[in-house]
């Protein structure tokens, strides 16, 4: 008896995803534990695990599919443990087993061949739809549909001619590669059928030199929230610009000792935490929360760290900040890091920031317009070091110069608070020795 796979609890208000891919494929024989398929929320990406050994019976949902908590996405039958290969061979040897039969009841009974009556509409003798679709999987078969493949054109490749994903792909890029999924017209509020737009075509028959690649959930949640955030808030930037001068020297000296000891390597990061956090107790609306007609001031610091990764900005959250020294600072930073490279985020390292930092200096960025996120009031944007030349006490010196650009709602702050924040975190990173003071 096959047994189903369900799609599992996916945290805390978040009630669907996507299926990212099918890491095992029909036919294919699972172990317990093995990840059967890579699941897609808003936040993060996890794989769904197979419960017993057994065989990967039917996958219910393709790719790109959305699917609820609970819903069931493919069923894994009894199976002895045999390859892929092995499965496709058994498969065919009964298939031939029919055929076998087919043509003995065929020779018993010739009268039967009389008429169209004599075999269903759209099948052959052998049992396979004359469509090829008998010898598609479901997906496959759903791939195809999406796509306006014909399955009586496609040539099998796998085990006893059945079509693969593989040979529905080929026949798409041969056709060019541009055909767009073909849905039913969808009903207007109105009534009347609404027909699809025209898709844009290649121009200079440019369509092999295209690749179309499907945009991932996180992708389309990232996009969805930058609107929101520009459409919802009134949204300004002001920036500063600060002598690195001093913090630069102190982690040269102090560096080596601190790694030493801590086990941490002493980057710019934790003196900006640092910085902001003073910055944030001195202008408190800058970690608040605009709710309604309320305005939520937040006496505890969690610091979202943007954090760029091959499917996007993920921004995990360093909790309780303000209460962690240098060291704590800097290895919960780097393990965040290590963790949303790796896919390993949970939805609570997501989640509750009350103030973000975002470095794009180390993608070589001079100066940048960082948007807010999403309840947050604010955000701060460090940038690349870069020697300027700079009067101090009369004389031009080159100076190592970062400018700093603090992105906020107006709705909440004035500008005058947004300066003085900014001037404050210059204050303090041009005087390191005074974060010590800040706790």
Known sequence: MADEIHVPELGESVADATVGRWLKQEGEAVSAGDALVELETDKINFEV??????????IAKAEGDTVTVGEVIGTIGEGNGSAPQQVEAEDAEDEASDEEAAEETTEEQPEAEAGPEAQPAGEEANGHREDGAGRASPSVRKLAEEYGVQLAEVE???????????????????????????????????????????????????????ERVRVSRRRQTIAQRLVESQQTAAMLTTFNEVDMTAVMALRKRRKDAFQERTGARLGFMSFFAKAAIGALKAHPKVNAELQGNELVLKHYYDLGVAVSTDEGLVVPVLRDADRKNFAEIEGGIADL???AREGKLKIEDLTGGTFTITNGGIFGSLLSTPILTMPQVAILGMHKIQERPMVVDGEVQARPMMYLALSYDHRVIDGAEAVGFLVRIKELIEDPESLLLEG
């Open 49 to 58: 695990e197979a419960e017993h050994d057994g065989v990967l019976e039917s």
């Open 337 to 339: 890091a290590v963790k």
């Open 156 to 210: 099998g490749s796998g085990s006893g001619g059945r079509i693969t994903r593989d040979d529905v792909e080929r026949l798409i890029r041969q056709q060019g590669g541009t055909s767009a999924p073909e849905k039913p017209a969808e009903p207007e509020a109105d009534g009347k059928a609404q027909q699809p737009g025209p898709q844009p075509a290649a121009q200079d028959g440019r369509a092999d030199l295209e």
